[in-house]
């Protein structure tokens, strides 16, 4: 790629996925299949669907909690493994006289823990099926349960992403848009996920993998957005500042906020709310070309900074860590 002159506006586009280039459902439980449930009747543990999908939930939670905070990513493995392990707790608290039944009223701890969960569970999203990474928050890889087969762990990602992933479609407007941007552009797909070959699986779902490339993943980098390590290793892999880079998403932190600390522009393409102002994706490719940076006129800069202002982020300086 050519080096960027000045006024010559940004030769790189970046695109998060979930939520902007398909839509997805963000709950972690699928309605096509229950993968967890069939995991744990395989692994023996005496358990109904709602249970397992409960105690799924709480597994979830707390690592991809953990995660959230720390910005560390974890992975679908150690998740699972988690899974493992809390129904381990489960069976155990069964064996000295607790009963995990749903609708068992004198439901272990474990099962009663992993309803406060439950809900969080259901909300993590956007990342939601997204590989390995540091355990969250403990900076080690959370261990198996014991007795539990490795290629068991391996078939409940395998099946529970394909049921995840059944209704994922490409959202209105994205083909065009990339078609659009791919002429004059560079592209590339930064996205959260917590399996390495997730996305690529999905952009040659759709037929669009050959207008990335690159994609970059927090389960490959080790950190997810916001965080300014990710949104570097993709301008790394270019060569590139941060001012030869747009940056497109539907999440306000992650790619809008994240991507203005490090002095990325960002085209929000989220959820209208207060202050928040999306534009739908076929209007973005011209945002790129002639938004702030671009070789148009000052006048016609400030025109279009003024007039896209919560959906263009705005340069600022920061240092790299």
Same mark, same amino acid.
């Given at each position: ?52 999908? #409960? ?17 560390? *990513? ?28 749903? !609708? ?33 928050? &403990? ?7 014991? !007795?539990?087969?490795?290629? *068991? ?17 490409? &959202? ?7 078609? +659009? ?17 997730? #996305? ?13 490339? +690159?994609?970059?993943?927090?389960? +490959? @980098? ?26 497109? !998403?539907?999440?306000?932190?992650? +790619? ?27 209007? @973005? ?10 070789? &148009? ?25």
């Amino acid at each position: 790629m050519t080096a960027r002159t000045p006024g010559q506006g940004p030769t790189h586009v970046y695109f998060d996925f979930f939520g902007t280039l398909v839509d997805y459902d963000p709950s972690v439980h699928p309605h096509e299949r229950n993968a967890p449930h069939e995991f744990a009747l395989r692994a023996g543990f005496d358990v109904d669907g709602a249970t397992a999908s #409960v105690l799924w939930g709480q597994a979830w939670a707390e690592l991809d909690g953990a995660a959230e905070r720390s910005g560390r *990513e974890c992975s679908m493995h150690e998740i699972a493994a988690h899974y493992a392990e809390v129904l381990g707790e489960v069976g155990a608290e069964a064996a000295t006289g607790g009963t995990p039944g749903a !609708g068992d009223p004198g439901r272990t701890a474990a099962a009663a823990r992993a309803g406060a969960a439950a809900g969080a569970g259901a909300a993590t999203g956007a990342g939601a099926a997204t590989g390995a990474g540091a355990a969250a928050g &403990a900076g080690a890889a959370v261990a198996p349960a014991s !007795g539990v087969d490795e290629r *068991e762990l391996d078939r409940l990602v395998t099946e529970y992403l394909d049921a995840w992933t059944a209704n994922i479609r490409l &959202a209105d407007g994205a083909l065009a848009c990339l078609k +659009d941007l791919a002429r004059d552009h560079t592209l590339a797909v930064v996205s959260n996920t917590h399996n390495a070959e997730l #996305v690529p699986r999905m952009l040659r779902r759709f037929g669009i993998d050959h207008f990335f490339t +690159d994609v970059v993943t927090s389960i +490959d @980098v080790g950190w997810r957005k916001p965080r300014p390590e990710i949104f570097f290793a993709a301008l790394d892999t270019h060569g590139i500042d941060t001012g030869s880079a747009v940056f497109v !998403g539907d999440n306000w932190a992650a +790619d809008i906020e994240g991507p203005r600390e490090i002095g990325m522009r960002a085209i929000y393409v989220g959820a209208p709310t207060a202050g928040r102002f999306p534009v739908p994706l076929v209007e @973005v490719p011209p945002l790129v070309r002639n938004g702030p940076g671009s070789p &148009a006129s000052a006048s016609a800069s400030a025109s279009a900074s003024a007039s896209v202002p919560a959906q263009y982020g705005t340069s600022c300086r920061y240092d790299r860590p």
